[in-house]
């Protein structure tokens, strides 16, 4: 599903690193989110393609799409209710 | 699950749910770790810890190869097979010391594998207080972990997992009696939460030994049909090229010490050491050549321009002109120009400066098997 890009969700750059860094990134500014808000985690690594979403399963939050742009790999992640 | 009949009268509050907190490597004995107290009623956390020497994941990123092969990380994968939520916590910077200073020195390799434990105990430990300190000022009870488990086994490895050392890992630790090992447990004195009857004892197990027999007779009892390969290749300490590259790296520099992405740049290329003052990291690859492009911002490097070849990170200085062209006729013999008179490439400095450079290739007899670090 494409991610149109939308300069209110603010973005995670986690370009050139290497799982599990982006999840653990990820993870760690999600904690500041509040639920329902959404979060643009840009990757280079696809791993993140398997990562995140399982990381979202787990923790209840939601990969509402994923997206490439210019070589970039674009999660966007929905917070789910009980942030963890 | 527990069905251990409680009685509770008028007034009172029903027991809470005893919560363990579980360290989760990706491997099968954590998985049956939690898997053990779960089938008591306890409900289980996992934590990860990241120490930048985790095998999975960065070499599937890189190499065209292994980008083939499914892509997971187990730790993630075994938290969602049990249901439980999982935290991942980067460790790398205070981890260093552990690699660095090991208090019980190394195993086969640069593995630290007892300071390692008992950190990683220490960690999950902290979490606990933490999470109970939190607990008591929200004062909702029930929010803090109880205890932690690991999925250690008596004998299992060989310096890390033994009967003298269950106890010293507890101790130092800070975990004490809170840390139980489900697996091994019956070979061990009861825990906290074995006394307090959170957990039965009977119902735990008495494991030891190298033998992966039993842990696969308790996977097939939980019906657990896919797991991560077992023992070791979780962690690049324990591989001896990637040891040596490492000791290599300490030795060039005359001090311990490291930053990720010092290690991380070793678990990529081939490294020549071919004076003791320079390394260079020559891609095998696609993959890892564009991995490598990232870093020539920091370092000067070498880009084949009449063939097909790699691109060489050079860490260190050369001494002169003339070492450098020395150094690009090593270079020029990885790539598709070996059997040329003359190729051409790139001395490019950290920030963009380059020269090209024209050289033969040196003879693959000229190139001795100990300039490469680690093996070929
Ligand atoms: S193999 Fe690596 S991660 Fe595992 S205990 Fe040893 S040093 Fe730690």
Redesign the interface.
Known sequence: MSVAPDASIPELDVRRLLCPIPVIRTQDRVKTMVPGALLDVLATDPGVLNDLPAWCRINGHRVVATDRRDGTIVVRVEVGGAAS | MNTEQVEIRPGETPPRRRRALALVSGGLDSMLAVKVMQAQGIEVEGV?F?TGF?VE??T???RERD?KKP???N???V??QLG???????ISEEYKNVVLYPQYGYGAHMNPCLDCKIFMVNKATLMLRQAEDLAEQCAADGDGFDFIITGEVIGQRPKSQLKWTMPLIARESGAEDRLLRPLCAKNLPPTLPEREGWVDREQLHSITGRSRAPQMALAKAFGLEEYAQPAGGCCFLTDESYSKKLGDLWQARKRKDYDLDDI?LLKIGRHLRPRPHFKLIISREAGETEFLQ?YRYQFSSFEMVSHGGPLTLIDGEFESEEEALWAASIVARFSQGREAEEVTMTWQAPKGVGKLLKVKPMPADDIPKEWHVGGT
């Open positions: 990860n990241y985790c994941g960065h599937h990123a890189i980008r892509k997971r990380n730790a993630l994968w938290a969602e439980i939520k999982l935290h991942i916590i980067d991380l990232g």
